[in-house]
């Protein structure tokens, strides 16, 4: 069974931080690849972080310098830390493997995340 859960979303002025978690099923987290997603009003889903099992992270330009992706393998979990944030940052965020989010797989709810003053 697959299982993808997001929390840690909120409403949060602009210059501040949240942190986000992701639990995955073990099936989903495993060895594989784990990445966060948006998706803003009126865009698509979006590709913003992702980290290996073995470490090697990735950003999109639009978040790489204030947001910071990690996991704790033993939990099958995945957090993003995300600091100066600004509206345009206004999105559901969601977690997932990258092979399973290329290939078409089912997502989570997500976790809305608002910033706003």
């Known amino acids: 069974q697959v299982q993808l859960v997001e929390s840690g979303g909120g409403l949060v002025q602009p210059g501040g931080s949240l942190r986000l978690s992701c639990v995955a099923s073990?099936?989903?987290?495993?060895?594989?690849?784990m990445g966060w997603y948006r998706r803003a009003p009126g865009k698509q889903r979006e590709l913003i972080a992702s980290e290996t099992s073995s470490g090697n992270t990735y950003y999109a330009e639009s978040v790489k310098g204030r947001f910071t992706i990690s996991r704790d393998n033993a939990k099958n979990t995945v957090y993003l830390q995300m600091n100066s944030l600004k509206p345009e940052d206004t999105a559901t965020y969601y977690c997932?493997?990258?092979?399973?989010?290329?290939?078409?797989?089912?997502w989570g709810q997500g976790t809305q995340v608002t910033v706003s003053s």
């Open positions: 073990r099936n989903v987290f495993s060895t594989n690849a």
């Open positions: 997932n493997a990258l092979v399973r989010a290329s290939n078409g797989g089912s």
